[in-house]
Nanobody, 115 residues
Framework: QVQLVESGGGLVQPGESLRLSCEAS????????MGWYRQAPGRQRELVAS????????NYADSVKGRFTISRDNAKNTVYLQMNSLKPEDTAVYYC????????WGQGTQVTVSS
C-alpha cells in the first residue's frame, strides 16, 4: 500500500522559511509527476506546486510563485517544498500527492505563519 509521509511543518513568523519533505513508498515514484497541495481551514484543497517526473519542469500557483520552490530526489523517493518569505495566508496543512490520478492522502504537515 502506497504511503505518503509529509514532514517539516511548524510555526514560523511572517518572512521566515520552511522546507517540507514528502517521502513516498511508491515503486513508480521516478515516473510520476508530483505536487504539493494545501488546505486552509474552511477552504478547498489546492495545488500550489508541481514537478515533472524527471524534475525538469515545475509549475506554481500565482499565490506562491517566486517564493516557493519544488524539487525532488528520485533516488530517495522524496519531493521537497522550499517555502521562503512566508505569509499568514500560507497557513494550511500541506500534503504531497501525484499529479493526475491521486493516491490516498497522507497525514499532511501543518504550517502556521503568525506573529
Amino acid at each position: 500500500q502506497v504511503q505518503l509521509v509529509e514532514s517539516g511543518g511548524g510555526l514560523v513568523q511572517p518572512g521566515e522559511s520552511l522546507r517540507l519533505s514528502c517521502e513516498a513508498s511508491l515503486s513508480i515514484f521516478s515516473m510520476s509527476g508530483m505536487g504539493w497541495y494545501r488546505q486552509a481551514p474552511g477552504r478547498q484543497r489546492e495545488l500550489v506546486a508541481s514537478i515533472s517526473s524527471g524534475g525538469h519542469n515545475t509549475n506554481y500557483a500565482d499565490s506562491v510563485k517566486g517564493r516557493f520552490t519544488i524539487s525532488r530526489d528520485n533516488a530517495k523517493n522524496t519531493v521537497y517544498l522550499q517555502m521562503n518569505s512566508l505569509k499568514p495566508e500560507d497557513t494550511a496543512v500541506y500534503y504531497c500527492n501525484k499529479i493526475g490520478t491521486l493516491l490516498r492522502w497522507g497525514q499532511g504537515t501543518q504550517v502556521t505563519v503568525s506573529s
